[in-house]
């Protein structure tokens, strides 16, 4: 299984195509997407992004690599899907970038799922929770201002992977499961 590429070189994708959007946010976008069930084309940003205008990402592209790389983490199971968020190794990424980023990778990631077509009625007690705190965090202000805070935020990005995942197999393997039998 591959790993995403780096925030930044997305970012710079982004902003060569001439998206008004942040890497996180496209990736949650894309995400929330495939999560429900919605099917990878190669003019995905434009479709997703709705502006027809934007190119396609080349094959040998960051972004084509992004969709790819995350098509394929939704499947592992090894529960291999990771958010695309800033570096955290970094010494230049503070604590509060990355909660930004990761708010922004949640609204994009209830919008995606919403274009995707999934409905909340149709998921579980759990599934409803996910989508709820998924939605509510993309709403919130996290304030990350101490080292202290890394750990809490670490916490909160392995929430938003498992309630993805949860929603990914609810939704997008489920339907999937269905067609086998039909």
């Known amino acids: 299984m591959g790993k995403l590429p780096e925030e930044f070189q997305v970012a ?7 998206a008004d959007v942040s890497a996180s946010e ?8 495939l999560a429900a069930g919605g099917a990878l084309s190669a003019d995905w940003p434009a479709q997703l992004l709705v502006d027809p205008a934007l190119p396609k990402p080349a094959e040998d592209s960051e972004l084509h690599k992004l969709a790819q790389t995350t098509a394929q983490q939704f499947k592992d199971t ?11 190794d970094d010494d230049a990424t503070d604590v509060a970038l990355r909660a930004a980023r990761l708010l922004e990778w949640c609204g994009g990631f209830v919008a995606g799922f919403g274009l995707g077509g999934a409905k909340s009625d149709g998921l579980s007690e759990d599934g409803q929770e996910a989508l709820h705190d998924l939605v509510a965090m993309s709403r919130s202000d996290l304030e990350a201002e101490a080292d202290s805070d890394e750990d809490a935020l ?16 609810e939704v997008a393997m489920a339907r999937d499961y269905r067609r086998q039998f039909n």
Do not use: C, N, R
């Open 78 to 88: 090894e529960f291999g899907f990771q958010l695309l968020l800033p570096d955290d």
């Open 12 to 18: 710079a994708e982004v902003a060569e195509m001439g």
């Open 26 to 33: 496209l990736h949650g976008l894309l995400s929330g997407w």
């Open 154 to 169: 670490t916490e909160i990005e392995e929430y938003v992977k498992v309630a993805a995942l949860l929603l990914h197999s």
